[in-house]
């Protein structure tokens, strides 16, 4: 093709000489001519340059210009859907060829081959916190959307406090740079990110059977920092198939957070003793139940990270005022007094009546019973005697201090002491058969103002 060109013009050359050889001034402009037109052709047809991405031949073109208008066409495309600038990261060379006849690659070839192998980094915002690059988003403002949120992040948000003031401890710039375009990340992930501190995920499947215990150790952490990434495990109940992330997170920032929470605060009641003489010196009772009060309170709370920090009480108004509890205590001491009614000692038979037995005047009852049987006191009061006396062998006196004295006699054991109160129906001995006496029983009297009365006289 190009020769048969160069050929054509060639031939209107010789035709050109041979017509106005007697006119040498046109013969001049019409070699300038052909010496244009050639150049011309020579340029439009016999040039080509082989284009090189880093190193590796994508096709042939005719002039650079050619190929800059494809790459252009190309980032102009990734501009419109990264809505960014765009830098082609490759090292693009032409190489030119000589001769003739080259096989110019079509330009949508070019295209297309070049669309899939271009490395190109896109115009973005990096967040660097404290000197490190924490986080990267398309632009200047999605970068200011993510520091804003991140600060607010840790809020309450429980309808209960208002945020007034957020701010994060370190240092943070937001830089312009050119990057790969997987570095970029939408605002939520850029927020997580900063949020967890690390781009890395590790999430882990509870099995069957496993335990907070066995999936900390068995990944090397321990159950608090696995509690810690996971803030949603509540008194350490696990499912089967729930998903355990594994990173414990440790943000890049530290957010301060000033909130101004408004709750109630119950107040304790105080509790005033009184001394009741109707109870025993044991015996308590609730007279009259105190209730709390209830006091309005509005505070600044400061957080770190959502941990709280300091809490400031700014206004506190009680709204209800606890009530005093009222106890009363008794002073009564132990008994000593009897009742005046007696309690019948102990199970048996009776076996000898009071008064003249003989020549002998019985002072009591015999109650005959097995070694052992327990003796209770008949009614209450002090001992004053517990101990072995002559014919009544292990005896023990009690004053019920209302003038009668009772008598319990031939004890095998004795169970209280000189002094002591006892109750009425408290056990106070076991039957046996000491002193005078010809088997075991027990010997039962009850004096009134010192002379042995009928006992038989209170049990009718
Ligand atoms: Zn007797």
């Known amino acids: 093709m190009i020769q048969e060109e160069n050929e054509t013009s060639l031939v ?56 800059k208008t494809v790459i252009n066409e190309i980032t102009d495309e990734l501009k419109a859907e ?22 110019i690659t079509p330009e949508h070839e070019l295209k297309d081959c070049l669309g899939s192998m271009l490395k190109y980094n896109v115009k973005a915002a990096v967040i660097v916190v404290s000197g490190q690059k924490a986080a990267c988003v398309r632009d200047k403002d999605a970068a200011e959307n993510v520091i804003e949120k991140v600060k607010t992040s840790f809020a309450r948000n429980d309808g209960k406090s208002k945020l007034e003031e957020a701010e994060i401890e370190e240092e943070i710039v937001v830089k312009e740079d050119f990057l790969a375009p997987e570095e970029i990340l939408d605002e939520e992930n850029a927020i997580a990110n900063i949020i967890r501190g690390t781009d890395e995920i590790k999430v882990h499947k509870v099995k069957k059977g496993e335990s907070l215990w066995t999936i900390a150790r068995n990944n090397k ?82 957080c770190k990270n959502g941990v709280e920090t300091e809490r400031e009480i700014l206004e506190e108004k009680i709204t209800k005022e606890p009530s005093a509890q009222i106890v009363s205590r008794g002073t009564k001491s132990a008994p000593s ?53 002559g014919n009544y062998g292990r005896l023990v006196k009690i004053d019920h201090g209302n003038g009668y004295v009772t008598y319990y006699a031939h004890n095998s054991k004795l169970l209280v002491s000189r002094n002591e109160k006892v109750e009425k129906g408290q056990t106070i001995a076991r039957v046996g058969s000491t002193g005078r006496s010809t088997g075991p029983h027990l010997h039962f009297e009850i004096r009134k103002n010192g002379s042995p009365i009928n006992p038989m006289g209170f049990f009718r």
Do not use: C
């Open 12 to 67: 209107k050359f010789t035709k050109l000489v041979s017509k106005y050889k007697k006119n040498p001034y046109i013969i001049g402009i019409a070699v300038a001519l052909v010496i244009l037109i050639s150049t011309i052709s020579y340029y439009n047809f016999n040039t080509a340059f082989a284009v090189e991405v880093d190193g590796v031949e994508i096709g042939i073109v005719k002039n650079k210009t050619d190929f």
């Open 82 to 103: 990264t809505g960014s600038d765009v830098q082609v990261m490759d090292k693009v060379e032409f190489k030119k060829m000589k001769g003739f006849g080259h096989n």
């Open 221 to 302: 952490m321990t159950v608090g920092d696995l509690k810690k990434a996971n803030p949603q495990i509540k008194n350490e109940l696990i499912r089967d198939g729930q998903e355990l992330n594994l990173i414990v997170p440790k943000p890049y920032v530290n957010v301060i957070t000033k909130e101004v929470v408004e709750y109630n605060e119950s107040i304790p009641f105080t509790t005033k003793v009184e001394r009741d003489s109707n109870l025993w010196s044991w015996e308590t009772r609730v007279k009259k139940a105190g209730t709390r009060g209830v006091k309005e309170i509005k505070a600044m709370v400061i």
């Open 337 to 389: 007094r009897g009742t005046g009614r007696f309690l019948w000692p102990v199970s048996g038979k009776i076996t000898s009546l009071f008064g003249k037995r003989g020549r002998e005047y019985h002072t009591g009852v015999d109650i005959g019973a097995p070694t052992g049987t327990y003796v209770k006191a008949s009614d209450s009061g002090t001992v004053t005697f517990a101990g072995t006396s």
